[in-house]
């Protein structure tokens, strides 16, 4: 294999254990809030999620200009190294379980850490990948977001496969040596700082990609609810640990079937429209989780929901980038961040009003139609088409 194949395999490697190692947090929420282990409280486990969102959105504004001055190698090393602290401490912490009082900072750090590295790591991924298929950036960013989605959906189902709540400490276990594998293995790789990495001397930021940002701030509103609550939300609607853990994983399976499924065919047919509508296809499940929320449905629920929400994030930074290519690391971190905005909005708020469900959905419903509105606004003379 030449040396471009070599660093497209790891690169989606990487895509793929960033997202596995983002998601062992949220994965372990009924670890978290179990009695007999680390005993937080709902509230207390919405609340650890404030430095992670904090550190996530930091990393993300600043790391397009970290990379337009220092190149993608040495960001993205650092975002890795972060995570894999962060995961390493994580497994660690089942030897020093005695001490109850000092659990919930710990986590905190530990959250914050792993925040700050999915932060450099992820945006510097994006144009990364783009890089590496400059005739097909969309559906190269499409792709490497199925494998984050693909990752994101592991972690939980490593907690459902594990059984009993008290062997948790094998899913930070497995995950650490995984990605520091990886890490290894990409310090090895070559990687060139070009122009799709730099940013203009002097720009502004146009009022369309606001109108993204907007956009992506309410999509991530949505994920954060599901992401975060998604297995309290169906444990109030009648599921046990087990099968609200399967439900959250279905979620992020659905999103990444989506992307790899976008990815492919963007390539060959034009999917804008099927893009353009997902959110109502979202509000429409939605709507039967509040009108009908029959317990054997909800996980066919939620794997629908993530499906259709697959692809406007992503797909969002993919349209982005080919609508202003001279801001491709920009857009990446842009809506990167946005996207936690929404995550860490919702993770903060919910944590004490998690046991509304129906009104929680209707929020969400509400939402999506917004979502829809802007996507068709933003269609007016732009290059979508090109995008998908």
Not at 85 to 105: D, E, Q, R
Not at 243 to 269: E, V
């Given at each position: 294999m030449n040396s471009k194949t070599v660093t497209i395999i790891v690169v989606y490697i990487l895509a793929f254990l960033t997202g596995v190692n983002f998601v062992v947090f949220p994965a372990l929420g009924t670890v978290f809030t179990d009695p007999s282990l680390f005993t937080l409280t709902s509230s207390q486990f919405g609340n650890l999620f404030i430095p992670q969102v904090i550190c996530i959105i930091v990393a993300c504004f600043g790391a397009p200009f970290l990379i337009n001055k220092t190149g993608p190698k040495p960001v993205?090393?650092?975002?890795?190294?972060?995570?894999?602290?962060?995961?390493?401490?994580?497994?660690?912490?089942?030897?020093?379980?005695?001490?109850?009082?000092?659990?919930?900072?710990?986590?905190?750090?530990?959250?914050?850490?792993?925040?700050?590295?999915?932060?450099?790591?992820?945006?510097?991924?994006?144009?990364?990948?783009?890089?590496?298929?400059?005739?097909?950036?969309?559906?190269?960013?499409?792709?490497?977001?199925?494998?984050?989605?693909?990752?994101?959906?592991?972690?939980?189902?490593?907690?459902?496969?594990?059984?009993?709540?008290?062997?948790w400490k094998y899913v930070p276990g497995s995950i650490f040596i995984m990605v520091s594998v990886a890490f290894v293995m990409f310090l090895f790789l070559k990687i060139q700082k070009g122009t799709l990495f730099q940013l203009p001397n002097h720009f502004k930021i146009p009022g369309k990609l606001w109108i993204f940002f907007i956009t992506i701030i309410l999509y991530g509103c949505i994920e954060g609810t599901f992401g975060s609550f998604g297995g309290i939300i169906l444990k109030?609607?009648?599921?046990?640990?087990?099968?609200?853990?399967?439900?959250?994983?279905?979620?992020?399976?659905?999103?990444?079937?989506?992307?790899?499924?976008?990815?492919?065919?963007?390539?060959?047919?034009?999917?804008?429209?099927?893009?353009?509508?997902?959110?109502?296809?979202?509000?429409?499940?939605?709507?039967?989780?509040?009108?009908?929320?029959?317990?054997?449905?909800?996980?066919?629920?939620?794997?629908?929901?993530?499906?259709?929400?697959?692809?406007?994030?992503?797909?969002?930074?993919?349209?982005?980038?080919?609508?202003?290519?001279?801001?491709?690391?920009?857009?990446?971190?842009?809506?990167?961040?946005?996207?936690?905005?929404?995550?860490?909005?919702?993770?903060?708020?919910?944590?004490?009003?998690?046991?509304?469900?129906s009104a929680i959905l209707e929020s969400l419903i509400a939402l999506m139609l917004i979502i829809f509105a802007l996507l068709f606004y933003l269609k007016r003379n732009s290059k979508i088409k090109e995008a998908f």
């Open positions: 993205l090393v650092c975002g890795l190294l972060l995570m894999i602290i962060s995961t390493g401490c994580l497994w660690m912490l089942h030897y020093f379980m005695a001490n109850k009082t000092l659990v919930f900072p710990v986590l905190m750090v530990l959250v914050a850490f792993m925040g700050a590295g999915f932060g450099l790591s992820i945006t510097t991924l994006n144009p990364l990948a783009a890089s590496l298929f400059d005739d097909n950036r969309s559906s190269a960013i499409l792709i490497l977001q199925f494998l984050v989605g693909l990752g994101t959906s592991t972690s939980p189902l490593m907690m459902n496969l594990i059984g009993d709540v008290k062997n109030n609607q009648g599921l046990d640990n087990s099968k609200a853990s399967l439900g959250l994983s279905l979620f992020w399976g659905g999103i990444a079937i989506n992307r790899l499924l976008f990815g492919i065919f963007s390539k060959k047919f034009n999917i804008s429209y099927v893009f353009l509508i997902s959110p109502l296809f979202v509000a429409g499940f939605l709507t039967l989780m509040v009108v009908d929320p029959d317990i054997n449905i909800l996980l066919l629920l939620m794997f629908f929901i993530g499906f259709f929400m697959g692809s406007i994030f992503p797909g969002s930074i993919g349209w982005g980038t080919v609508e202003f290519p001279m801001f491709s690391v920009l857009v990446s971190g842009f809506l990167m961040a946005a996207n936690q905005i929404g995550t860490g909005v919702v993770t903060n708020v919910l944590g004490s009003f998690s046991n509304y469900t």
